[in-house]
C-alpha cells in the first residue's frame, strides 16, 4: 500500500517535447482541497511530477509539453478551489526528470516564507444536504466536514496542515472515512478533520451539576428541549463555548444578561432560515452574501420597523433599543441540527464571564460557566484556541469587519516594510496582536479586553502559540504610548519596546489595509488615546508620508471631570463641554434633559471638580463629543453599561431623521507648526438653542453627523492631500462613514477606509507593526 498522498495519474508525455517547472504556490493553499486540485487539473493537461504541502504553501513539481504547461498555469488560477486564495506563484525552470506518474507526496517542511492558514470555514451545501439526508452515513452528524468547509484555525497544532499536526490526532478514521481521505477524486481527499458517527468526536448532554443527559442525538434533543422550557445551553462550538437561549423569551434573556452580568449590550442572534431573518430585518444583497458566505460572520442588520412578522421575532431585551441586530445563521452542522430542531431563533454569545476570555476547555466551561448555563452541550473535539464569532456591518456596498475572529482569523496583510520579525501588542480594550515578518503583518484573532488575569494569560498564551506556529522570534515590539495598559508593560518586558501613538496606529492600519505609502491626510477619530503632550487625544488629522508624520488638525479640548468614570458616563462629558464653553456661568446652560439627569448631589461634586480643574483631563476625542452630545439631547443621559452606547443611539436617533443641514464650527489657527484646531462652539450654541423644541432631537442628531462629515471636508481641503484615510472606532457608525466619504469623494478625493482590519482597536496592532517598521527602518 502506498504512504499516505501517493496518488498516480500516469498520462507522460513525448519526451523530445518535455519541459519543466517547478511552481511555488503562496496563499490560502492548505486545507482547501487545493492539492487535489492540482492533481486533477495535471491529469487533464496529460502532465506528470508531484504536489506537496510545504510550511509555507504548496511546491508543484511539473513536467510535460509546452501548450499543456501554458494551460495548466493559466487554470491554475483560473480554476482555484472556491475557498483558496493564490498570493503568488515563483516558477523555475528546472532539467527534465523521468518522472511518469503525477504524485501528491508527504508535506515537507520549508520556513522560506510566511505560510497562510486556512480561517475556519462555514458548513459547504454538500455537507448540510449530507446531515439533513436520512439515506446517508452522516446523517445528523455533528462533526460532517470536507475539504471545502470545517473547522482550521482552531484545531491546528502546527504546520504543515496534515491531520497529525491537529486536534483530531486522537480520533482513527473508520475504512470508510480512510479510502475517502486517500482518494485524489473525492472532496474529502486530506480532509484532516474528516470523520463520521462511527469514528469522529461526539456530543454529551451535561446538567450543571456535571450528570450526564444524554448522549449523541439524545444529548441534541435534550438541548433543544431545555431552550424551549427558557433554560440557558452553554454549547461547545467551532472555536468556543457559547450561551444559548430563546430570543423570543424575554425572562429567559433577562435571566442570561442577570448571571452574564452583562446588562444592556445587544447580543446577537442565531436564526434557523435566511427566510425568518428577513421577516425582521432589513437583508441587503451584501449583507445576504456575508450570511451564507464561508464566514457566516455575525452581520449587524437594521431593524425592520414597517411590515414586521411579528412571528418568532426576537424580544426587545436581546437589542434594547439600538435599532440593529447582530444575526448568524448555523454555520456547522451541530448548529444545523439544533436550530431545525427548534425552528426559532436562539441568542447566541460568546461563553465567557463579563471580561474574561471565551472558554474552550471543558473543565474551565464548567467551573466558569456553572452558575450561567443551566445545562452543557460538550463535544469530544479538543479546541486548539480560542477563537470567537467575527462580526461585520454592511456601510454601503461593502462590509467593515467590526470584530475579526471566525472566518476572517488569522488575517494576513502584505508589507513590504515587515521584514525583520515583530510583534505589535495591540492596544487594552477589543485586543488582537500582530506579528510581522517576511513582508506580512498577521494579524491574530479577537482577544477581549485586557483587564482580568484571565485575559491576560489568555493573551500570553496566544502570543507564544502564534510565534510557534509562524516560526517567528520577535526581536522588537510594538505597543501604545499609555504607560498603564498592560501591553506596553508587556512590551518593556519583552525586550526592545517601540511606542506608537494610538491616533497614528489607526490610520497607518488603514494604509497597511491599502498598501499606501503616502501621502495621505488620515483623520482618526476615536474615543481615548493617550497622546503626545500628556492629554487625551481622539480627534486627530495627520499627514503621513514615508516615515515622516506630521499632526495638522485636533478638535479643541474640553475637559472629562473623572476621567475614566467620564468615559463610562456621557453626563459627566456633557457638563465639561458646557463648562469649557461657557466657563462658570455654564450651569445657566444645562439643557432640561442633562439638568434632571443627576442627583443635585452630583451636580455639586462635578461642579467643584471643574471649577478647580481637579481630576479632569483634557481630551480632544470625538467619541467623547458624541457622548456629550447625547447627553445634551437626552437621547443617552444616563451612565452606560458598555462601550459606545450613547453613540449608538444618537446614531439611532439620527437614522430617524433626513436633515443632513450643516451647524455652524470654525477652523482655528493656532500657530505656523501646531495644528488647526476644530471649534465646535458654534455648533454646540446652535444644538442648546434649539434642542428644547420638540421633536428636533432626531434631526440636531443627524446634523451633528453631518457637520462632523463637513468638517472632515474642510480639514482635508487645508492639507491639500489627494488621498484621504479614515480610522478609529468612531467609523464604525455607519451614518458619519458614509457621509463623510460621500462628500469627500463628491470634491474629488480618493477615499480609504477600514474594511478587513478593524477600524477599532481591533485593528490598532496592525498600524503599530507599520510605524514601527518604519522607525526601525528609519534608525537601521
Known sequence: MRSPGQHKAVKPTPDDTVQRLSLKVSGRVQGVGFRPFVYRLAQRHGLTGSVRNCSSGVIIDIQGGGEQLDGFQRLLRAEQPPQADIQSVVTEVLPPDGFREFSIVTSTPDQSTRPVITPDLAMCDDCRQEVLDPADRRYRYPFTNCTNCGPRYSIIDGLPYDRERTTMRGFVMCPECEAEYRDPLNRRFHAQPNACPVCGPQVRLLDATRRAIGERDEALSGAAGALREGRVVALKGLGGYQLLVDARDERAVQRLRERKARPEKPLAVMYP??????????????????????????????????????????????????????????????????????????????????????????????????????????????????????????????????????????????????????????????????????????????????????????????????????????????????????????????????????????????????????????????????????????????????????????????????????????????????????????????????RGAMYAEEMVLLHSMLKREVNCPHTSSVGRLFDAVAALLGVFSRESTFEGQAAMMLEAAADRSSDSRIMPFRLVETGEQSPVRVDWGPMLDCLLTECDHEGRVADLARRFHSTLAQVAVEIVRRAGIGAVVLGGGCFQNALLLSMCEQRLRHEGYSVYVAERVPANDGGLAVGQAMAAARQLQRKG
Not at 448548529?335 to 426559532?344: C, E, K, M, Q
Not at 480560542?386 to 496583510?413: E, I, Q, T, Y
Not at 457638563?575 to 462658570?584: D, E, K, R, T
Request: charged fraction near 20%; include cysteine; charge should be negative.
Open 273 to 594: 432560515t435566511l427566510e425568518m431573518v428577513r421577516r425582521h430585518c432589513r437583508v441587503s444583497p451584501v449583507s445576504k452574501q456575508w450570511l451564507i458566505s464561508s464566514v457566516a460572520p455575525i452581520v449587524l442588520l437594521p431593524m425592520k420597523t414597517e411590515d414586521v412578522d411579528m412571528t418568532d421575532q426576537p424580544c426587545e431585551y436581546v437589542c434594547c433599543g439600538v435599532g440593529m441586530l447582530g444575526v448568524m445563521l448555523p454555520y456547522t452542522p451541530l448548529h444545523l441540527l439544533l436550530l431545525n430542531d427548534l425552528g426559532f431563533p436562539v441568542v447566541a454569545t460568546s461563553g465567557n464571564r463579563s471580561g474574561d476570555p471565551i472558554c474552550v476547555d471543558d473543565e474551565a466551561a464548567l467551573h466558569e460557566l456553572g452558575d450561567i448555563a443551566d445545562v452543557f452541550l460538550m463535544h469530544n473535539r479538543p479546541i486548539g484556541r480560542p477563537v470567537d464569532d467575527s462580526v461585520v456591518r454592511v456601510v454601503g456596498d461593502r462590509a467593515v469587519v467590526f470584530r475579526l475572529a471566525r472566518g476572517l482569523a488569522p488575517c494576513v496583510v502584505p508589507s513590504p516594510m515587515a521584514e525583520k520579525p515583530l510583534l505589535a501588542a495591540g492596544g487594552h480594550t477589543k485586543n488582537a496582536f500582530v506579528l510581522a515578518d517576511r513582508g506580512s503583518i498577521v494579524l491574530s484573532q479577537h482577544m477581549g479586553d485586557l483587564d482580568s488575569s484571565l485575559s491576560r494569560r489568555n493573551f500570553r498564551v496566544s502570543v507564544d502559540d502564534l510565534a510557534r506556529l509562524y516560526g517567528c522570534a520577535p526581536a522588537a515590539v510594538a505597543c501604545d504610548m499609555h504607560p498603564d495598559y498592560f501591553t506596553s508593560g508587556y512590551a518593556a518586558d519583552r525586550g526592545v519596546a517601540v511606542p506608537v501613538q494610538h491616533h497614528l496606529a489607526h490610520v497607518m492600519a488603514v494604509m497597511a489595509e491599502h498598501s499606501l505609502e503616502g501621502p495621505v491626510t488620515g483623520m482618526s477619530w476615536d474615543g481615548t488615546g493617550f497622546g503626545e503632550d500628556g492629554s487625551i487625544w481622539g480627534g486627530e488629522a495627520f499627514v503621513v508620508e514615508g516615515t515622516s508624520c506630521r499632526r495638522v488638525a485636533s478638535l479643541r479640548q474640553f475637559l472629562l471631570p473623572g476621567g475614566e468614570r467620564a468615559v463610562r458616563d456621557p453626563r459627566r462629558a456633557g457638563f465639561g463641554l458646557l463648562y469649557a464653553h461657557c466657563g462658570i456661568d455654564y450651569l445657566d446652560m444645562l439643557p432640561p434633559s442633562l
